[in-house]
């Protein structure tokens, strides 16, 4: 018997880093098809529109036919339930990650109880790596080579230029 198997990376991703595509490529030496499902309604404030980091994403995998870049709006699990998937991956830094992480799948298995969420450790030269850093690293002129994707450092600037 063959089956697909896809799990779902879901994030924020504003803007993706090479913490996140280490995390979807090391996902693409288990599963035979990764979602990566962009947040549209997050609680943090972001600086690129879904749309934007949609095509980032897509940018950055074109030549990867196992990812697939959506987005989605309200829940992940349920989003998940409306793709007929039921694993979702997330990216482990540190105990704080763990913290809100575990919390969250647990609420998660307790309103989809098919649903399992895995965690993967990051690679230790992406532990420090973080979204709101990169910001910062941009912002205030720093360079961000092996930390972000040259295409989002080029959308990055632009976007900075245009706030600072
Ligand atoms: P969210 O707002 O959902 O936390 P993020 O885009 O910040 O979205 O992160 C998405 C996922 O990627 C989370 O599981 C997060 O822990 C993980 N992640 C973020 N940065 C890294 C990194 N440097 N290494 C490994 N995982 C990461």
Same mark, same amino acid.
């Given at each position: 018997?063959?089956?697909?198997?896809?799990?779902?990376?879901? /994030?924020?991703?504003?803007?993706?880093?090479?913490?996140?595509?280490?995390?979807?490529?090391?996902?693409?030496?288990?599963?035979?098809?990764?979602?990566?499902?962009?947040?549209?309604?997050?609680?943090?404030?972001?600086?690129?529109?879904?749309?934007?980091?949609?095509?980032?994403?897509?940018?950055?995998?074109?030549?990867?036919?196992?990812?697939?870049?959506?987005?989605?709006?309200?829940?992940?699990?349920?989003?998940?339930?409306?793709?007929?998937?039921?694993?979702?991956?997330?990216?482990?830094?540190?105990? /704080?990650?763990?913290?809100?992480?575990?919390?969250?799948?647990?609420?998660?298995?307790?309103?989809?109880?098919?649903?399992?969420?895995?965690?993967?450790?990051?690679?230790?030269?992406?532990?420090?790596?973080?979204?709101?850093?990169?910001?910062?690293?941009?912002?205030?002129?720093?360079? /961000?080579? /092996?930390?972000?994707?040259?295409?989002?450092?080029?959308?990055?600037?632009?976007?900075?230029?245009?706030?600072?």
């Amino acid at each position: 018997m063959s089956s697909c198997k896809a799990v779902i990376c879901a /994030g924020s991703f504003d803007p993706p880093t090479n913490g996140h595509i280490n995390i979807i490529e090391r996902a693409l030496r288990i599963f035979d098809k990764v979602i990566v499902a962009v947040a549209i309604n997050t609680r943090k404030a972001p600086i690129f529109t879904p749309g934007e980091r949609v095509e980032m994403l897509k940018e950055m995998f074109k030549d990867e036919p196992r990812v697939e870049v959506d987005s989605f709006k309200g829940l992940l699990v349920e989003y998940a339930g409306k793709r007929g998937i039921t694993t979702i991956l997330r990216g482990i830094r540190n105990m /704080g990650d763990y913290e809100y992480e575990s919390q969250m799948a647990l609420a998660n298995k307790t309103l989809y109880p098919d649903i399992e969420i895995i965690f993967m450790m990051t690679e230790g030269k992406y532990a420090h790596l973080s979204s709101s850093i990169i910001k910062e690293v941009i912002a205030f002129g720093g360079s /961000g080579c /092996g930390m972000i994707h040259p295409v989002v450092e080029k959308k990055l600037r632009e976007k900075l230029r245009g706030e600072l």
